[in-house]
T-cell receptor, first 114, second 113 residues
């Protein structure tokens, strides 16, 4: 089954403790991205990757890092999480580009930073 | 500034009734417009995509319309079912540079029996 898999689904952590949210897709998509979704705001892009070893900042990259060493994986790293990073996070992939082909979203990771 | 505004913010209707959700955008230059359905606690799933030249597109009981002149789109749901309860998100793609996506904040639809 074609899918985007995120882990974990839920995470509670303390301020400053490094964490990684994994994202994997099995559709051989070139484009992957991370979004955060907060109440009253639309999804906002954090980082995106056009292909292996190619990453770039989205609209809200501060406090986040990503890497794309393999085509299927695109982990999101929070080096020193803060409470304002409490949010619902989504990983997405598409064959290429952002809008030209359909984006497939993961199930989401609800992160709480205390 | 590129913006996508959706209305209403929330809507409650009886099962079996029809409803229409609205999306107004100021994204330029325009590439395409998608409607996504997002069930609570799940990732968004694409319902329809429309390019500049398309006025209407259907997906089962969902029909999307696009008026590129007035920069408005609507999503019409026919004969609503309980499973239609979800948030519906309008997403507009700009073909400037790296195909920027602009998301609306969504309409929360609740279907009651």
């Amino acid at each position: 089954e074609a899918q985007v898999t995120q882990n974990p689904r839920y995470l509670i952590t303390v301020t400053g403790k490094k964490l990684t949210v994994t994202c994997s897709q099995n559709m051989n998509h070139e484009y992957m991205s991370w979004y955060r979704q907060d109440p009253g705001l639309g999804l906002r892009q954090i980082y995106y990757s056009m292909n292996v070893e190619v990453t770039d900042k989205g609209d809200v990259p501060e406090g986040y890092k990503v890497s794309r060493k393999e085509k299927r994986n695109f982990p999101l790293i929070l080096e020193s999480p803060s409470p304002n990073q409490t949010s619902l996070y989504f990983c997405a992939s598409s064959l290429y580009g952002q809008g030209g082909t359909e984006a497939f979203f993961g199930q989401g990771t609800r992160l709480t930073v205390v | 500034k590129n913006q996508v505004e959706q209305s209403p913010q929330s809507l409650i209707i009886l099962e079996g009734k029809n409803c229409t959700l609205q999306c107004n955008y100021t994204v330029s230059p325009f590439s395409n417009l998608r409607w996504y359905k997002q069930d609570t606690g799940r990732g968004p799933v694409s319902l329809t995509i429309m390019t500049f030249s398309e006025n209407t597109k259907s997906n089962g009981r969902y029909t999307a319309t696009l008026d590129a002149d007035t920069k408005q789109s609507s999503l019409h749901i026919t004969a609503s079912q309980l499973s239609d309860s979800a948030s519906y998100i309008c997403v507009v793609t700009s073909n400037f540079g790296n195909e920027k996506l602009t998301f609306g904040t969504g309409t929360r639809l609740t279907i009651i029996p």
